[in-house]
């Protein structure tokens, strides 16, 4: 998948994670804070952050008096984070063949999940070094495989058995959430991309969609359907199935996730590497 392609599915599915920002970053900030406790925000430091999304990294940062620049290539996504960081600064960019450097050299780089969906990954992370001053950190989080993630399957499976045919796993190493799965392919990249003291480290945080004493079902429900798979799985199935026929589906899930209850609450484990490097 190229890099053009991956902008048109983020412009579709940036809407849903925009307007559940709260869902996405209560269920994933555990992470966000190991990335940043990684580089040592402290004032005076200035971070770029690398598909920098709603700009959840850039807001964690400034309460430590770091302060910096987001990149993403989806336009949705800086307009909702430059609403919520108006101390930072915002472009929609591509991160892989952008010029990083106006406005550099930078302190630090971080990325939470936004460092998975480059078709050239050794070029993309070349590039970004190169805004960087030397020496400078960089931390990132990335998912390891789907057979150690439930946040890919959970709810999804279910939208999935019901595609004719059920859609293929991602080839390894394929732009896409599991891009960077195989740490010894981290490893390579980076050192192609001229990156040094690589560390990768197992980093295992619970993905708890429970709050205020629910269950989380409905939370989980609208992370599947705004997913990737799950656009993809709707607009197969309610124009088979009908209008009628989707809502069933969907509490097809609901009953799925209800299943799978931990405490009485939809929560797993998010299995990822903790990637740090320096440039």
Not at 105 to 127: H, I, K, L, T
Not at 243 to 261: Q, T
């Given at each position: 998948?190229?890099?053009?392609q991956m902008r048109e599915l983020w412009a579709r599915g940036a809407e849903?994670?925009?307007?559940?920002?709260?869902?996405?970053?209560?269920?994933?900030?555990?992470?966000?804070?190991?990335?940043?406790?990684?580089?040592?925000?402290?004032?005076?430091?200035?971070?770029?952050?690398?598909?920098?999304?709603?700009?959840t990294l850039l807001e964690l940062a400034a309460e430590s008096g770091a302060?910096?620049?987001?990149?993403?290539?989806?336009?949705?996504?800086?307009?909702?984070?430059?609403?919520?960081?108006?101390?930072?600064?915002?472009?929609?960019?591509?991160?892989?063949?952008?010029?990083?450097?106006?406005?550099?050299?930078?302190?630090?780089?971080?990325?939470?999940?936004?460092?998975?969906?480059?078709?050239?990954?050794?070029?993309?992370?070349?590039?970004?070094?190169?805004?960087?001053?030397?020496?400078?950190?960089?931390?990132?989080?990335?998912?390891?495989?789907?057979?150690?993630?439930?946040?890919?399957?959970?709810?999804?499976?279910?939208?999935?058995?019901?595609?004719?045919?059920?859609?293929?796993?991602?080839?390894?190493?394929?732009?896409?959430?599991?891009?960077?799965?195989?740490?010894?392919?981290?490893?390579?990249?980076?050192?192609?991309?001229?990156?040094?003291?690589?560390?990768?480290?197992?980093?295992?945080?619970?993905?708890?969609?429970?709050?205020?004493?629910?269950?989380?079902?409905?939370?989980?429900?609208?992370?599947?359907?705004?997913?990737?798979?799950g656009r993809f799985a709707r607009e197969q199935l309610e124009g088979r199935?009908?209008?009628?026929?989707?809502?069933?589906?969907?509490?097809?899930?609901?009953?799925?996730?209800?299943?799978?209850?931990?405490?009485?609450?939809?929560?797993?484990?998010?299995?990822?590497?903790?990637?740090?490097?320096?440039?």
């Amino acid at each position: 998948m190229s890099n053009d392609q991956m902008r048109e599915l983020w412009a579709r599915g940036a809407e849903v994670w925009v307007e559940h920002k709260d869902i996405y970053d209560r269920e994933l900030r555990g992470f966000a804070d190991a990335v940043l406790a990684a580089i040592d925000p402290r004032p005076g430091l200035r971070i770029l952050d690398i598909g920098c999304g709603t700009g959840t990294l850039l807001e964690l940062a400034a309460e430590s008096g770091a302060s910096g620049v987001g990149f993403d290539i989806s336009e949705t996504m800086i307009r909702a984070a430059a609403e919520r960081v108006p101390a930072a600064s915002f472009v929609v960019a591509d991160a892989q063949t952008t010029d990083l450097t106006d406005g550099g050299p930078y302190d630090a780089v971080v990325s939470r999940f936004g460092a998975m969906f480059f078709d050239e990954p050794a070029v993309a992370f070349a590039n970004i070094r190169k805004a960087l001053r030397p020496g400078a950190p960089m931390a990132f989080v990335c998912w390891r495989g789907l057979d150690e993630n439930q946040m890919f399957t959970l709810g999804n499976s279910v939208l999935a058995d019901r595609l004719d045919p059920r859609p293929p796993p991602p080839a390894p190493g394929a732009p896409g959430p599991t891009a960077l799965a195989d740490p010894e392919r981290i490893r390579a990249i980076l050192a192609e991309a001229g990156w040094t003291s690589v560390g990768i480290e197992k980093l295992d945080i619970v993905c708890d969609y429970g709050r205020d004493g629910g269950d989380g079902v409905e939370d989980r429900l609208v992370t599947v359907l705004g997913s990737m798979s799950g656009r993809f799985a709707r607009e197969q199935l309610e124009g088979r199935l009908g209008p009628e026929g989707w809502a069933a589906v969907v509490d097809e899930v609901r009953v799925e996730l209800r299943r799978h209850l931990v405490d009485g609450r939809v929560q797993f484990n998010g299995a990822t590497w903790l990637v740090t490097a320096k440039a």
